[in-house]
């Protein structure tokens, strides 16, 4: 069964500095979803992405966030300069519009 | 301004009790209602999308209905391993989806 995957599943990080979360959505999928969820607390939106744009993004995505989509299978999420509230599960989701996948994510903590 | 309200947050029952989670929803242009199951640790994994008022989706134990301010998930003959936390999120006319606190089930054998 084809899935979403994602790397590393936890990252350590010292405050300001830069950090690539990756991720491969499911082959035939058109739309690709970063989420946040911080410990014990709600999953929340940060960005959508389609055809090679951002389609909506969230107040929390600030210039700090930027995603990509270098080649034809990977899905990136770039954190500028992180600050200590950054830290949280990081989620990956990729549609087909009727069903949405998740992968497994990425922790991130910041020190 | 979208927003998503599950209740209870919290629901103990025992194996073979069935009950239903509450998920009421406000958004501006409902473009489809979805369920999920998160374990602990691990990602949300997709259990139904809902697009109208009417509209009922099953799968196994677990039964989805939508109205035009709610969606309840119905849970029959629960069973210890159905244990998890469920969310509802909405997509909304702008493509942002937005999710609810979930409601933590906890199935006792």
């Known amino acids: 069964e084809p899935e979403v995957t994602q790397t590393p599943s936890h990252q350590v990080t010292q405050m300001g500095q830069e950090v690539i979360l990756r991720c491969v959505p499911i082959?035939?999928?058109?739309?690709f979803y970063w989420y946040r969820q911080i410990l014990g607390q709600k999953v929340e939106f940060l960005v959508s992405?389609?055809?090679?744009?951002?389609?909506?993004k969230s107040e929390i995505f600030d210039d700090q966030f930027s995603v990509e989509r270098p080649d034809g299978s990977n899905f990136t999420l770039k954190i500028r300069s992180t600050k200590l509230e950054d830290s949280a599960m990081y989620f990956c989701?990729?549609?087909?519009?009727?069903?949405?996948?998740f992968g497994p994510g990425t922790r991130l903590t910041v020190l | 301004e979208d927003q998503v309200t599950q209740s209870p947050e919290a629901l103990r029952l025992q194996e073979g009790e069935s009950s239903s989670l509450n998920c009421s929803y406000t958004?501006?242009?409902?473009?489809?209602l979805f369920w999920y199951r998160q374990d602990p640790g691990k990602g949300p994994e997709f259990l139904f999308t809902?697009?109208?008022a009417g509209e009922e989706k099953e799968k196994e134990r677990l039964k989805a209905t939508l109205t035009k301010k709610e969606s309840f998930l119905h849970i029959t003959a629960p069973k210890p391993e159905d244990s998890a936390t469920y969310l509802c999120?909405?997509?909304?006319?702008?493509?942002?989806?937005?999710f609810g606190k979930g409601t933590r089930l906890h199935i006792l054998p």
């Open positions: 082959s035939n999928h058109l739309y």
């Open positions: 809902l697009y109208s």
């Open positions: 992405f389609y055809n090679n744009e951002i389609s909506e």
């Open positions: 989701a990729s549609t087909n519009l009727n069903e949405q996948f």
């Open positions: 958004v501006s242009g409902l473009r489809g």
């Open positions: 999120a909405v997509r909304d006319r702008d493509d942002k989806i937005i």
